[in-house]
Nanobody, 126 residues
Framework: QVQLVESGGGSVQSGGSLRLSCAASGDTLRRRCMGWFRQTPDGKREGVAMIGTSGIQKYVDSVKGRFYISLDNVKNSMYLEMNSLTPYDTAMYYC????????????????????WGQGTQVTVSS
């Protein structure tokens, strides 16, 4: 089992940046599909970004060119660099990991992920 802990959330003004971290323990993140998801104040859930076992990345259209996902296998951690933040990015952000596998569907579907962190809040004010 892998345990995930997010950090790095906070309150920023529109146009600002944040870097979220997801630290894993209990097992390696290698050979897993890894992703970031968010839940907005109105309850909407969506996949934000993911990185597959081959290193291929996928982003939801609303964050393309602004958010960047990365994985550090040495530190057993995942990151989400978020730039040009807008109030629409306000949400609870969760990191997620799949069980070890050969490949990922790369659809940002939450059902592909088996392990979840507790979340870190991001609030963007205008």
């Amino acid at each position: 089992q892998v345990q995930l802990v997010e950090s790095g959330g906070g309150s920023v003004q529109s146009g600002g940046s944040l870097r979220l971290s997801c630290a894993a323990s209990g097992d390696t993140l290698r050979r897993r599909c890894m992703g970031w998801f968010r839940q907005t104040p109105d309850g909407k859930r969506e996949g934000v970004a993911m990185i597959g076992t081959s290193g291929i990345q996928k982003y939801v259209d609303s964050v393309k060119g602004r958010f960047y996902i990365s994985l550090d296998n040495v530190k057993n951690s995942m990151y989400l660099e978020m730039n040009s933040l807008t109030p629409y990015d306000t949400a609870m952000y969760y990191c997620a990991a799949s069980t070890p596998r050969i490949s990922c569907d790369m659809t940002l579907n939450r059902y592909e992920f088996n392990f979840w962190g507790q979340g870190t809040q991001v609030t963007v004010s205008s």
